[in-house]
Protein backbone atom coordinates (compact mmCIF):
# COMPACT_ATOMS: atom_id res chain seq x y z
CA UNK A 1 0.00 0.00 0.00
CA UNK A 2 1.61 3.38 -1.18
CA UNK A 3 1.93 5.28 2.46
CA UNK A 4 1.26 8.93 0.95
CA UNK A 5 -2.66 7.13 -0.08
CA UNK A 6 -3.41 6.98 3.74
CA UNK A 7 -2.47 10.22 4.59
CA UNK A 8 -5.58 11.89 4.08
CA UNK A 9 -7.89 9.75 6.48
CA UNK A 10 -8.37 10.50 10.19
CA UNK A 11 -6.78 7.20 11.52
CA UNK A 12 -4.62 4.95 9.86
CA UNK A 13 -3.07 1.65 11.47
CA UNK A 14 -0.23 1.26 13.24
CA UNK A 15 1.32 -2.36 13.37
CA UNK A 16 -0.40 -5.65 14.36
CA UNK A 17 0.77 -6.24 18.52
CA UNK A 18 2.35 -8.99 18.17
CA UNK A 19 5.16 -7.60 16.15
CA UNK A 20 6.03 -6.05 19.59
CA UNK A 21 6.45 -9.33 21.39
CA UNK A 22 7.16 -12.01 18.90
CA UNK A 23 10.55 -13.42 19.48
CA UNK A 24 10.81 -14.67 16.05
CA UNK A 25 9.94 -11.15 14.79
CA UNK A 26 12.64 -9.72 16.74
CA UNK A 27 14.87 -12.09 15.41
CA UNK A 28 13.94 -11.40 11.71
CA UNK A 29 14.42 -7.13 12.77
CA UNK A 30 17.93 -8.96 13.85
CA UNK A 31 18.61 -10.22 10.74
CA UNK A 32 17.08 -7.97 7.88
CA UNK A 33 17.81 -4.57 9.97
CA UNK A 34 20.02 -4.29 12.99
CA UNK A 35 22.86 -6.64 11.04
CA UNK A 36 21.88 -4.92 7.68
CA UNK A 37 22.80 -1.45 8.03
CA UNK A 38 24.92 1.01 9.42
CA UNK A 39 24.93 1.01 13.57
CA UNK A 40 26.14 3.65 15.51
CA UNK A 41 28.14 1.65 17.88
CA UNK A 42 30.50 3.57 20.17
CA UNK A 43 31.75 7.32 20.70
CA UNK A 44 35.44 7.95 18.76
CA UNK A 45 36.81 9.96 21.41
CA UNK A 46 35.97 6.82 23.88
CA UNK A 47 38.93 5.13 22.17
CA UNK A 48 41.87 7.49 23.00
CA UNK A 49 44.47 5.75 22.19
CA UNK A 50 45.85 2.42 20.58
CA UNK A 51 44.60 -0.34 21.99
CA UNK A 52 41.57 1.18 23.32
CA UNK A 53 38.54 -0.78 22.47
CA UNK A 54 34.74 -1.10 23.32
CA UNK A 55 32.15 -3.54 22.55
CA UNK A 56 28.69 -3.14 21.44
CA UNK A 57 25.94 -5.77 20.88
CA UNK A 58 24.39 -5.24 17.09
CA UNK A 59 21.61 -8.04 16.29
CA UNK A 60 23.02 -10.96 17.45
CA UNK A 61 26.51 -10.16 17.06
CA UNK A 62 29.30 -8.87 19.72
CA UNK A 63 31.50 -6.63 17.90
CA UNK A 64 34.72 -4.73 19.49
CA UNK A 65 35.46 -1.57 18.29
CA UNK A 66 39.13 -0.21 18.66
CA UNK A 67 42.28 1.64 17.28
CA UNK A 68 45.54 0.64 15.82
CA UNK A 69 49.10 1.70 16.76
CA UNK A 70 48.51 4.43 13.87
CA UNK A 71 44.90 5.29 15.40
CA UNK A 72 42.99 4.08 12.84
CA UNK A 73 39.53 2.56 13.80
CA UNK A 74 39.23 -0.60 13.28
CA UNK A 75 36.34 -3.34 14.24
CA UNK A 76 35.77 -7.09 14.64
CA UNK A 77 33.73 -9.50 15.57
CA UNK A 78 34.11 -10.44 18.98
CA UNK A 79 35.33 -13.97 18.09
CA UNK A 80 37.95 -16.01 18.62
CA UNK A 81 39.19 -18.08 14.97
CA UNK A 82 40.12 -21.30 17.25
CA UNK A 83 36.96 -22.44 19.37
CA UNK A 84 34.96 -19.72 19.43
CA UNK A 85 35.55 -18.20 22.79
CA UNK A 86 34.34 -14.38 23.05
CA UNK A 87 37.67 -12.36 23.24
CA UNK A 88 36.65 -9.81 25.25
CA UNK A 89 34.02 -9.32 28.19
CA UNK A 90 33.77 -6.55 29.28
CA UNK A 91 32.04 -3.54 28.05
CA UNK A 92 35.32 -1.45 27.62
CA UNK A 93 39.08 -1.70 28.32
CA UNK A 94 42.49 -1.78 27.24
CA UNK A 95 44.53 -3.79 25.00
CA UNK A 96 48.59 -2.73 25.44
CA UNK A 97 49.62 -4.63 21.99
CA UNK A 98 46.76 -7.12 20.93
CA UNK A 99 44.30 -9.22 22.06
CA UNK A 100 44.27 -12.71 23.86
CA UNK A 101 41.73 -15.30 24.00
CA UNK A 102 41.07 -16.34 27.67
CA UNK A 103 40.84 -20.11 26.31
CA UNK A 104 43.59 -21.12 24.41
CA UNK A 105 45.79 -17.91 24.22
CA UNK A 106 45.39 -17.27 20.44
CA UNK A 107 47.21 -14.19 19.94
CA UNK A 108 46.04 -11.20 17.70
CA UNK A 109 47.46 -7.80 17.19
CA UNK A 110 45.26 -4.80 16.47
CA UNK A 111 44.90 -5.16 13.09
CA UNK A 112 42.96 -8.21 13.89
CA UNK A 113 46.15 -10.83 12.52
CA UNK A 114 46.98 -14.03 14.46
CA UNK A 115 50.50 -13.35 16.11
CA UNK A 116 50.42 -16.05 18.76
CA UNK A 117 49.25 -19.24 20.03
CA UNK A 118 50.65 -22.17 21.94
CA UNK A 119 52.95 -24.50 19.59
CA UNK A 120 51.97 -22.04 16.05
CA UNK A 121 55.51 -22.51 15.03
CA UNK A 122 54.61 -25.88 14.87
CA UNK A 123 51.56 -25.36 12.74
CA UNK A 124 53.08 -23.42 9.55
CA UNK A 125 50.43 -24.12 7.35
CA UNK A 126 48.24 -21.98 9.11
CA UNK A 127 47.88 -18.58 7.18
CA UNK A 128 48.08 -16.06 10.13
CA UNK A 129 45.53 -13.38 8.23
CA UNK A 130 43.04 -15.56 7.44
CA UNK A 131 42.78 -17.07 10.60
CA UNK A 132 42.72 -13.71 12.11
CA UNK A 133 40.08 -11.81 13.56
CA UNK A 134 37.00 -10.93 11.37
CA UNK A 135 36.66 -7.35 10.40
CA UNK A 136 33.88 -5.23 10.19
CA UNK A 137 33.35 -2.29 8.26
CA UNK A 138 33.55 0.88 9.85
CA UNK A 139 33.21 4.66 9.28
CA UNK A 140 33.04 8.27 11.53
CA UNK A 141 30.50 10.45 11.20
CA UNK A 142 29.51 13.30 14.23
CA UNK A 143 31.89 11.75 16.51
CA UNK A 144 30.76 8.39 16.32
CA UNK A 145 32.12 5.19 14.93
CA UNK A 146 29.12 3.20 12.91
CA UNK A 147 29.61 -0.28 12.17
CA UNK A 148 28.09 -2.67 9.48
CA UNK A 149 27.49 -6.50 9.47
CA UNK A 150 26.14 -6.59 5.94
CA UNK A 151 28.08 -8.63 3.11
CA UNK A 152 27.76 -5.85 0.85
CA UNK A 153 27.08 -2.35 2.96
CA UNK A 154 24.44 0.14 1.96
CA UNK A 155 25.47 3.53 0.86
CA UNK A 156 26.49 5.22 3.80
CA UNK A 157 25.74 8.43 2.19
CA UNK A 158 22.07 7.73 1.54
CA UNK A 159 20.84 5.58 4.86
CA UNK A 160 23.33 7.86 7.38
CA UNK A 161 23.78 11.29 5.83
CA UNK A 162 20.53 10.62 3.65
CA UNK A 163 18.30 10.84 7.07
CA UNK A 164 20.02 14.18 7.54
CA UNK A 165 18.86 15.32 4.66
CA UNK A 166 15.77 13.78 4.72
CA UNK A 167 14.42 16.01 8.05
CA UNK A 168 17.04 19.07 7.99
CA UNK A 169 16.33 19.63 3.89
CA UNK A 170 19.84 19.70 3.79
CA UNK A 171 22.90 17.82 4.72
CA UNK A 172 24.70 20.99 5.88
CA UNK A 173 22.51 22.21 7.56
CA UNK A 174 24.14 20.30 10.53
CA UNK A 175 27.66 21.33 9.93
CA UNK A 176 26.97 24.41 11.88
CA UNK A 177 26.95 22.26 14.80
CA UNK A 178 30.29 20.87 14.60
CA UNK A 179 29.14 17.78 16.65
CA UNK A 180 32.45 15.76 15.94
CA UNK A 181 34.50 17.86 17.89
CA UNK A 182 32.25 18.73 20.96
CA UNK A 183 33.13 17.27 23.85
CA UNK A 184 30.64 14.50 26.39
CA UNK A 185 29.39 16.66 29.04
CA UNK A 186 27.97 13.63 30.47
CA UNK A 187 26.29 10.47 29.66
CA UNK A 188 23.42 8.28 30.94
CA UNK A 189 22.27 4.92 30.02
CA UNK A 190 18.66 3.64 30.27
CA UNK A 191 17.34 0.37 30.04
CA UNK A 192 14.20 0.24 29.31
CA UNK A 193 11.77 -2.60 29.21
CA UNK A 194 10.35 -1.78 25.93
CA UNK A 195 10.70 -2.67 22.30
CA UNK A 196 12.94 -0.39 20.59
CA UNK A 197 10.22 0.45 17.59
CA UNK A 198 8.09 1.79 20.58
CA UNK A 199 10.74 3.91 21.65
CA UNK A 200 11.54 5.35 18.03
CA UNK A 201 7.85 5.83 17.69
CA UNK A 202 7.41 7.39 20.75
CA UNK A 203 10.48 10.12 19.61
CA UNK A 204 8.65 10.44 16.23
CA UNK A 205 5.78 12.09 17.76
CA UNK A 206 4.50 14.73 19.81
CA UNK A 207 0.89 14.33 20.20
CA UNK A 208 2.07 13.10 24.28
CA UNK A 209 3.99 16.24 24.66
CA UNK A 210 1.31 18.15 26.70
CA UNK A 211 0.50 15.20 28.83
CA UNK A 212 3.48 13.71 30.14
CA UNK A 213 6.44 16.63 29.34
CA UNK A 214 5.40 19.79 31.14
CA UNK A 215 8.51 20.33 31.60
CA UNK A 216 9.55 20.45 27.65
CA UNK A 217 6.51 22.05 26.60
CA UNK A 218 7.26 24.96 28.80
CA UNK A 219 10.61 25.51 26.60
CA UNK A 220 9.18 24.86 23.41
CA UNK A 221 5.61 25.62 23.38
CA UNK A 222 4.41 24.76 20.24
CA UNK A 223 4.70 20.90 21.12
CA UNK A 224 1.62 21.67 23.36
CA UNK A 225 -0.49 21.76 20.34
CA UNK A 226 1.31 17.84 19.14
CA UNK A 227 2.89 18.31 16.54
CA UNK A 228 6.63 16.91 16.50
CA UNK A 229 9.21 19.17 14.70
CA UNK A 230 10.07 16.12 12.72
CA UNK A 231 6.39 16.22 11.10
CA UNK A 232 7.59 19.25 9.04
CA UNK A 233 10.99 18.90 6.72
CA UNK A 234 13.94 21.71 7.95
CA UNK A 235 11.44 23.00 11.19
CA UNK A 236 12.78 23.38 14.30
CA UNK A 237 10.40 24.28 17.16
CA UNK A 238 10.80 27.76 18.85
CA UNK A 239 11.97 28.45 22.15
CA UNK A 240 9.35 30.28 24.14
CA UNK A 241 9.33 34.00 24.43
CA UNK A 242 10.14 34.03 27.96
CA UNK A 243 12.63 30.64 27.70
CA UNK A 244 16.68 31.98 27.84
CA UNK A 245 17.96 28.34 27.26
CA UNK A 246 16.98 24.71 26.37
CA UNK A 247 17.25 23.75 30.40
CA UNK A 248 14.81 22.30 33.14
CA UNK A 249 13.52 25.93 33.91
CA UNK A 250 14.38 27.82 30.61
CA UNK A 251 17.06 29.20 32.61
CA UNK A 252 20.51 30.63 30.07
CA UNK A 253 22.09 27.53 29.25
CA UNK A 254 26.02 26.94 28.34
CA UNK A 255 28.00 28.77 25.60
CA UNK A 256 26.38 28.98 22.39
CA UNK A 257 27.95 26.83 19.60
CA UNK A 258 29.74 29.39 17.08
CA UNK A 259 28.50 27.48 14.18
CA UNK A 260 24.70 27.85 14.74
CA UNK A 261 23.52 31.16 12.68
CA UNK A 262 20.62 33.45 13.45
CA UNK A 263 18.25 30.83 11.79
CA UNK A 264 18.79 28.38 13.68
CA UNK A 265 19.39 29.82 16.94
CA UNK A 266 16.31 29.46 19.74
CA UNK A 267 15.21 26.48 17.79
CA UNK A 268 15.33 22.44 18.89
CA UNK A 269 15.34 20.23 15.85
CA UNK A 270 15.17 16.33 15.88
CA UNK A 271 16.27 13.75 13.34
CA UNK A 272 15.93 9.92 13.62
CA UNK A 273 18.71 8.31 11.90
CA UNK A 274 17.24 4.55 10.79
CA UNK A 275 17.32 2.14 12.88
CA UNK A 276 18.44 3.46 16.31
CA UNK A 277 19.77 6.81 16.50
CA UNK A 278 18.29 9.99 17.39
CA UNK A 279 19.95 13.20 16.85
CA UNK A 280 18.81 16.80 18.80
CA UNK A 281 20.47 20.05 18.22
CA UNK A 282 19.89 22.90 20.63
CA UNK A 283 22.19 26.10 20.10
CA UNK A 284 24.44 25.60 22.25
CA UNK A 285 24.44 21.54 22.80
CA UNK A 286 23.75 18.21 20.87
CA UNK A 287 22.17 15.24 22.58
CA UNK A 288 22.53 11.85 21.13
CA UNK A 289 20.69 8.70 22.08
CA UNK A 290 22.21 4.92 20.65
CA UNK A 291 19.88 2.35 20.98
CA UNK A 292 20.79 -1.15 21.52
CA UNK A 293 18.18 -3.52 20.82
CA UNK A 294 18.82 -6.91 23.35
CA UNK A 295 15.47 -8.69 22.98
CA UNK A 296 12.08 -8.17 21.89
CA UNK A 297 11.20 -6.35 25.39
CA UNK A 298 14.26 -4.79 26.39
CA UNK A 299 16.27 -1.80 24.64
CA UNK A 300 19.50 -0.34 26.05
CA UNK A 301 19.63 3.42 25.49
CA UNK A 302 22.89 5.28 25.93
CA UNK A 303 22.41 8.95 25.87
CA UNK A 304 25.44 11.40 25.23
CA UNK A 305 24.92 15.75 25.69
CA UNK A 306 27.50 17.00 23.90
CA UNK A 307 29.15 20.83 24.81
CA UNK A 308 31.96 22.86 23.35
CA UNK A 309 34.90 21.46 24.91
CA UNK A 310 36.03 24.38 26.64
CA UNK A 311 32.83 24.35 28.39
CA UNK A 312 33.06 20.61 29.49
CA UNK A 313 37.17 21.08 30.58
CA UNK A 314 36.28 24.38 32.58
CA UNK A 315 33.81 21.97 34.65
CA UNK A 316 30.75 24.00 34.29
CA UNK A 317 27.83 23.04 35.89
CA UNK A 318 25.46 21.60 33.47
CA UNK A 319 22.87 19.93 35.48
CA UNK A 320 20.12 22.30 34.33
CA UNK A 321 21.22 21.59 30.69
CA UNK A 322 21.07 17.67 31.15
CA UNK A 323 18.22 17.62 33.40
CA UNK A 324 15.82 18.48 30.56
CA UNK A 325 16.26 16.26 28.42
CA UNK A 326 16.66 13.25 31.27
CA UNK A 327 13.45 13.84 32.18
CA UNK A 328 12.18 14.07 28.94
CA UNK A 329 13.55 10.44 28.60
CA UNK A 330 12.23 9.40 31.33
CA UNK A 331 8.84 10.34 30.90
CA UNK A 332 9.20 8.50 27.34
CA UNK A 333 10.24 5.37 28.72
CA UNK A 334 7.71 4.63 31.46
CA UNK A 335 5.38 5.45 28.34
CA UNK A 336 6.86 2.85 26.18
CA UNK A 337 7.31 0.61 29.29
CA UNK A 338 3.58 0.88 29.79
CA UNK A 339 2.54 0.04 26.36
CA UNK A 340 4.89 -3.08 25.92
CA UNK A 341 2.46 -5.28 28.08
CA UNK A 342 -0.57 -4.43 25.84
CA UNK A 343 1.56 -5.11 22.72
CA UNK A 344 0.57 -8.67 23.10
CA UNK A 345 -3.24 -8.83 24.74
CA UNK A 346 -5.85 -10.33 22.28
CA UNK A 347 -7.18 -6.34 22.53
CA UNK A 348 -4.80 -5.14 20.56
CA UNK A 349 -4.22 -7.76 18.31
CA UNK A 350 -5.03 -5.43 14.74
CA UNK A 351 -2.88 -3.14 16.75
CA UNK A 352 -3.86 0.85 17.53
CA UNK A 353 -4.53 3.62 15.00
CA UNK A 354 -2.56 7.04 14.65
CA UNK A 355 -4.10 10.29 13.87
CA UNK A 356 -3.50 13.07 11.74
CA UNK A 357 -0.29 14.42 13.60
CA UNK A 358 1.09 11.13 13.62
CA UNK A 359 0.43 9.90 10.17
CA UNK A 360 4.41 10.10 9.48
CA UNK A 361 5.13 7.01 12.20
CA UNK A 362 3.15 5.25 9.52
CA UNK A 363 5.96 5.67 7.26
CA UNK A 364 7.99 4.19 9.70
CA UNK A 365 6.21 1.17 9.98
CA UNK A 366 5.99 1.13 5.92
CA UNK A 367 9.42 1.21 5.99
CA UNK A 368 9.49 -2.03 8.62
CA UNK A 369 7.72 -4.01 6.78
CA UNK A 370 9.43 -3.58 3.68
CA UNK A 371 12.38 -5.03 5.75
CA UNK A 372 10.63 -7.75 6.57
CA UNK A 373 8.98 -8.29 3.36
CA UNK A 374 8.00 -12.28 3.50
CA UNK A 375 7.22 -12.60 6.94
CA UNK A 376 4.00 -14.10 6.94
CA UNK A 377 2.97 -13.08 10.35
CA UNK A 378 4.14 -9.29 10.45
CA UNK A 379 2.46 -8.99 6.84
CA UNK A 380 -0.77 -10.38 7.82
CA UNK A 381 -2.81 -7.75 9.51
CA UNK A 382 -1.68 -4.51 7.34
Known sequence: MNPLARISESLIPTLPGHTYVDPAVFAAEQDRILEQMWFCAVRADDLDKPGAWRTAQIGRESVVITRNRKMELRAYYNICRHRGVKLCMEDAGQANRAFQCPYHAWTYDLDGKLIAAPNLTKMPDIDRKTYGLVDVPVREYLGYVWVCLAEEPPSFEEDVVGAIEERLGDAHAIDGYDVEHLSLGRRIVYDVKANWKLIIENFMECYHCATIHPELTEVLPEFADGLAAQYFVGHGAEFGGDVQGFTIDGSAGVDKLPGVDDDHDRRYYAVTIKPTVFVNLVPDHVIIHRMFPLAVDRTV?????????????????????????????????????????????????DGGVLVPSEHHIGLFHDWVLERLAGLEQTTGSR
Open 301 to 349: VECDWLYLPSVVESGRDLDASVELFHRVNQQDFDACERCQPAMGSRIYA
